[in-house]
């Protein structure tokens, strides 16, 4: 009997079959459509479905499976290869091919291979290969957040496995601290489409690196099952991908603030920031408290030769406004007589292998993982949090190290997890594991009436309802400055609003001018915090000069000023999926001179920053799109769609507002606590 194509009608979708081969598209609501073999486990990734009825036709014609739903129309062929347009044009196509076979090579620079030396290439032995058709040259891709690299993500590859390295991040980087296996398309000029694949375990996306043809996901363990979201724009693409991972935290509007912080502050260092806060006019909201605060790094205790009173500290920092925040790392030093382990052990609430508790290397030395996922286990973890923020009095918790990060080689993949009921292993939680101990977290602030005051370094796509963020351990290079902009701006279309980087750098030296320039290039980015490495020159708003000093003030004053409109631009994002700090191309889908540009920044609809991030510049070229845009400082006007040569002196950025915008603002406010906040502005 002739085999064909054929399908079966579900309520919100079809099945198709071709012989044993079969592909399901299931409608989730008109912008989102499901396209599975067989659909990726949710105990552990959860997703949020608003289900809304699809009006669709479906019929098979000319040996194919045909469906139409509103402006979309797609095919099924035999290969069960989907083909769909838009209102007659080519929108999104999977891609078949004999060149889909992907062979890899070594590709790190080694001279004995280029003199002449062989390299044996290797059949990519994934389980699940997606490949998508790229249409033409000018087809852009953008999202994965925290990937050090430009906006636009076409011919790298990429890697989705949370991975702790502090050495210098570029473009060359595959993987980072977070795994966010989301892309928004743009082809055609002003199509887009976007595709979230819902797998925690590792996976590569090939964005045009392996051939001009097609991008592709690949995978040895997640199955063949992605969501496409369909939409006339990136705002309405982006609103239903934050509607299915979840929306971003609503955290409170003092994080919104100035955050200072530096491996390790001691006790002095802390009054010293405080009273030069005070004596310089330098607003400032939280000060962060790194790993030596602990007694031998272990969780959960506080030195008393590094700290006199930490709980007294609190208190009295509290009544200057400003916060104390503790670094929270989930290693658990393995000594018998620490309250913790001893609690976690009897719980038996630590990761397992071979039977045994599974240990490494950490900061406190020899070191177990707690198991998150376990109930018990959290639960006690949130009571221990809560027990421990109230006791001294905290602000909040930075969760550090958790990708996990391991001194002594990384986990193996058969370090094994469990819910209670099922056992899950190392490679399938790894990316997962900063998530739950960021909801672990969250848990000891909202079981008090509390908005959590929660960051986190290492996340997944669905991690942004339980934490704020940071990018990890970039260096004082201007080449992270350049690359903080399209950093923040991909992780806010990717759902994570309140981001940031370290300004000044994290490692290496930081030079005046660096500092300045980092500080207003990130003056409106959501998190905002100077944090500085351990045997690196101090980059304080004070520590340089007095030109430093006076310019610093300046930009902290203009910060504060506008956080009542960041604080509308984060409900927006918590109620509606809106990105705070984006590319110009959000708001300007048609523009084609905005598709690539990594050093503007729209931030909400009305607001456009545009700084100096390259050495020596006293100037720049600023392209403003449509309409009439003011220079916030000099008032001056100018038309859009048009470049201008704009003078920027070292104290000087470029903040343009749109015109006829009507911002909410403060006057002359040094910490975000409520007896301060007494006029509104317009």
Same mark, same amino acid.
């Given at each position: 009997?002739?085999?064909?194509?054929?399908?079966?009608?579900?309520?919100?979708?079809?099945?198709?079959?071709?012989?044993?081969?079969?592909?399901?598209?299931?409608?989730?609501?008109?912008?989102?459509?499901?396209?599975?073999?067989?659909?990726?486990?949710?105990?552990?990734?959860?997703?949020?479905?608003?289900?809304?009825?699809?009006?669709?036709?479906?019929?098979?014609?000319?040996?194919?499976?045909?469906?139409?739903?509103?402006?979309?129309?797609?095919?099924?062929?035999?290969?069960?290869?989907?083909?769909?347009?838009?209102?007659?044009?080519?929108?999104?196509?999977?891609?078949?091919?004999?060149?889909?076979?992907?062979?890899?090579?070594?590709?790190?620079?080694?001279?004995?291979?280029?003199?002449?030396?062989?390299?044996?290439?290797?059949?990519?032995?994934?389980?699940?290969?997606?490949?998508?058709?790229?249409?033409?040259?000018?087809?852009?891709?953008?999202?994965?957040?925290?990937?050090?690299?430009?906006?636009?993500?076409?011919?790298?590859?990429?890697?989705?496995?949370?991975?702790?390295?502090?050495?210098?991040?570029?473009?060359?980087?595959?993987?980072?601290?977070?795994?966010?296996?989301?892309?928004?398309?743009?082809?055609?000029?002003?199509?887009?489409?976007?595709?979230?694949?819902?797998?925690?375990?590792?996976?590569?996306?090939?964005?045009?690196? !392996?051939?001009?043809?097609?991008?592709?996901?690949?995978?040895?363990?997640?199955?063949?099952?992605?969501?496409?979201?369909?939409?006339?724009?990136?705002?309405?693409?982006?609103?239903?991908?934050?509607?299915?991972?979840?929306?971003?935290?609503?955290?409170?509007?003092?994080?919104?603030?100035?955050?200072?912080?530096?491996?390790?502050?001691?006790?002095?260092?802390?009054?010293?920031?405080?009273?030069?806060?005070?004596?310089?006019?330098?607003?400032?909201?939280?000060?962060?408290?790194?790993?030596?605060?602990?007694?031998?790094?272990?969780?959960?205790?506080?030195?008393?030769?590094?700290?006199?009173?930490?709980?007294?500290?609190?208190?009295?920092?509290?009544?200057?406004?400003?916060?104390?925040?503790?670094?929270?790392?989930?290693?658990? /030093?393995?000594?018998?007589?620490?309250?913790?382990?001893?609690?976690?052990? /009897?719980?038996?609430?630590?990761?397992?292998?071979?039977?045994?508790?599974?240990?490494?290397?950490?900061?406190?030395?020899?070191?177990?993982?707690?198991?998150?996922?376990?109930?018990?286990?959290?639960?006690?973890?949130?009571?221990?949090?809560?027990?421990?923020?109230?006791?001294?009095?905290?602000?909040?918790?930075?969760?550090?190290?958790?990708?996990?990060?391991?001194?002594?080689?990384?986990?193996?993949?058969?370090?094994? %997890?469990?819910?209670?009921?099922?056992?899950?292993?190392?490679?399938?939680?790894?990316?997962?594991?900063?998530?739950?101990?960021?909801?672990?977290?969250?848990?000891?602030?909202?079981?008090?009436?509390?908005?959590?005051?929660?960051?986190?370094?290492?996340? %997944?796509?669905?991690?942004?309802? %339980?934490?704020?963020?940071?990018?990890?351990?970039?260096?004082?290079?201007?080449?992270?400055?350049?690359?903080?902009?399209?950093?923040?701006?991909?992780?806010?279309?990717?759902?994570?609003?309140?981001?940031?980087?370290?300004?000044?750098?994290?490692?290496?030296?930081?030079?005046?001018?660096?500092?300045?320039?980092?500080?207003?290039?990130?003056?409106?980015?959501?998190?905002?915090?100077?944090?500085?490495?351990?045997?690196?020159?101090?980059?304080?708003?004070?520590?340089?000069?007095?030109?430093?000093?006076?310019?610093?003030?300046?930009?902290?004053?203009?910060?504060?000023?506008?956080?009542? !409109?960041?604080?509308?631009?984060?409900?927006?994002?918590?109620?509606?999926?809106?990105?705070?700090?984006?590319?110009?191309?959000?708001?300007?889908?048609?523009?084609?001179?905005?598709?690539?540009?990594?050093?503007?920044?729209?931030?909400?609809? !009305?607001?456009?920053?545009?700084?100096?991030?390259?050495?020596?510049?006293?100037?720049?070229?600023?392209?403003?799109?449509?309409?009439?845009?003011?220079?916030?400082?000099?008032?001056?006007?100018?038309?859009?769609?048009?470049?201008?040569?704009?003078?920027?002196?070292?104290?000087?950025?470029?903040?343009?507002?749109?015109?006829?915008?009507?911002?909410?603002?403060?006057?002359?406010?040094?910490?975000?606590?409520?007896?301060?906040?007494?006029?509104?502005?317009?």
């Amino acid at each position: 009997m002739e085999c064909k194509v054929h399908f079966c009608r579900m309520e919100n979708g079809v099945t198709v079959h071709y012989g044993k081969k079969e592909r399901t598209l299931e409608w989730i609501h008109e912008g989102l459509l499901r396209v599975y073999e067989k659909k990726n486990s949710e105990n552990l990734v959860h997703l949020n479905y608003r289900r809304g009825p699809v009006d669709f036709r479906a019929w098979e014609e000319n040996g194919q499976v045909m469906m139409t739903a509103g402006a979309y129309a797609i095919v099924v062929d035999e290969n069960l290869v989907l083909h769909i347009t838009k209102d007659g044009r080519e929108y999104f196509e999977e891609y078949e091919g004999r060149d889909t076979m992907i062979y890899e090579t070594d590709k790190e620079f080694d001279l004995a291979k280029l003199e002449g030396h062989t390299t044996a290439e290797s059949l990519a032995d994934f389980k699940t290969q997606i490949n998508v058709c790229l249409f033409d040259d000018r087809d852009r891709l953008y999202g994965l957040g925290d990937k050090a690299a430009h906006l636009n993500r076409r011919d790298y590859e990429y890697i989705s496995w949370n991975t702790d390295d502090p050495t210098e991040h570029n473009e060359t980087y595959k993987s980072l601290y977070k795994s966010i296996n989301y892309l928004l398309v743009n082809h055609h000029g002003t199509e887009y489409y976007g595709m979230f694949y819902p797998s925690s375990y590792k996976c590569v996306f090939n964005l045009g690196r !392996y051939s001009k043809k097609f991008f592709y996901i690949g995978s040895k363990q997640g199955e063949y099952d992605y969501f496409l979201f369909l939409g006339d724009s990136p705002k309405e693409i982006t609103a239903n991908y934050t509607e299915l991972v979840g929306r971003p935290l609503f955290t409170t509007r003092k994080m919104l603030g100035y955050h200072q912080s530096r491996w390790s502050y001691d006790e002095k260092e802390m009054q010293e920031i405080r009273a030069k806060s005070k004596e310089y006019g330098l607003p400032l909201d939280y000060i962060h408290l790194d790993i030596d605060y602990m007694d031998h790094y272990k969780v959960y205790t506080v030195s008393d030769s590094y700290l006199s009173d930490l709980r007294a500290l609190s208190e009295n920092f509290a009544e200057d406004g400003i916060g104390l925040i503790t670094i929270m790392d989930p290693a658990v /030093k393995a000594e018998e007589g620490y309250p913790l382990y001893d609690e976690l052990t /009897k719980q038996g609430g630590f990761a397992k292998k071979d039977g045994e508790d599974y240990i490494n290397l950490v900061w406190p030395g020899e070191s177990k993982y707690p198991d998150y996922f376990k109930p018990d286990a959290a639960a006690y973890l949130t009571k221990v949090t809560k027990e421990f923020v109230k006791k001294y009095r905290l602000e909040g918790i930075w969760c550090d190290m958790n990708e996990p990060a391991s001194f002594r080689g990384p986990l193996p993949d058969d370090v094994e %997890f469990s819910d209670g009921t099922n056992t899950y292993y190392h490679d399938e939680v790894h990316n997962l594991y900063a998530e739950y101990m960021a909801r672990c977290v969250a848990a000891a602030f909202e079981e008090e009436n509390r908005r959590p005051t929660v960051i986190t370094r290492a996340a %997944f796509a669905t991690t942004s309802p %339980f934490t704020t963020s940071w990018n990890g351990d970039n260096q004082s290079l201007w080449e992270h400055l350049g690359v903080s902009l399209p950093q923040v701006m991909t992780m806010n279309l990717c759902g994570f609003a309140v981001n940031g980087v370290d300004i000044g750098g994290f490692g290496n030296e930081a030079t005046k001018e660096l500092v300045i320039r980092w500080l207003e290039a990130n003056v409106f980015s959501p998190f905002f915090r100077n944090h500085s490495a351990k045997n690196t020159r101090y980059q304080e708003p004070y520590a340089f000069d007095e030109e430093t000093l006076r310019i610093y003030r300046k930009f902290l004053q203009l910060r504060y000023d506008f956080l009542p !409109y960041l604080y509308d631009l984060l409900r927006g994002a918590n109620a509606e999926g809106v990105p705070m700090y984006r590319p110009l191309f959000y708001d300007y889908p048609a523009d084609e001179r905005v598709k690539e540009l990594n050093d503007e920044v729209m931030v909400g609809s !009305y607001v456009l920053l545009a700084p100096v991030v390259r050495q020596g510049e006293r100037s720049r070229l600023v392209y403003l799109p449509e309409g009439s845009w003011i220079d916030y400082f000099t008032g001056k006007e100018y038309q859009g769609g048009q470049e201008y040569i704009v003078p920027m002196s070292l104290a000087e950025t470029g903040v343009f507002v749109k015109a006829g915008t009507m911002l909410p603002m403060f006057r002359n406010v040094c910490h975000i606590r409520k007896q301060d906040l007494t006029t509104l502005h317009l």
